[in-house]
């Protein structure tokens, strides 16, 4: 079993930035991928972004170019950099750690883009 506590959430203005943080602790050496989804009202759950252990990465189209996803595999941290957000971006962003064997999320973290 896998942890997860997600942290950074909030409102910000369109055309702002924020920053999302998750810290993973318990069966922390069988992970080798660690992410980001997002699930919006009236939407299913949907993948924002992954990095597995070794460094390779993967964006969901709406979002590349826009957001950077860092790993302190140290300290067993993901970071979410969501840079020129759209309201669009709106919804609830949930921390997300695989497994060879199952998967473990987070809480979850409202973030809402408005004017």
């Known amino acids: 079993q896998v942890q997860l506590v997600e942290s950074g959430g909030g409102l910000v203005q369109p055309g702002g930035s924020l920053r999302l943080s998750c810290a993973a602790s318990?069966?922390?050496?069988?992970?080798?991928?660690m992410g980001w989804y997002r699930q919006a009202p009236g939407n299913e759950r949907e993948l924002v972004a992954t990095m597995t252990n070794g460094g390779n990465t993967n964006y969901a189209d709406s979002v590349k170019g826009r957001f950077t996803i860092f790993r302190d595999n140290a300290k067993y941290t993901v970071s979410l950099q969501m840079a020129s957000l759209k309201p669009e971006d709106t919804a609830v962003y949930y921390c997300?750690?695989?497994?060879?064997?199952?998967?473990?999320w987070g809480r979850g973290t409202q973030v809402t883009v408005s004017s």
């Open positions: 997300n750690a695989r497994t060879y064997l199952f998967t473990s």
């Open positions: 318990g069966s922390i050496g069988s992970m080798y991928s």
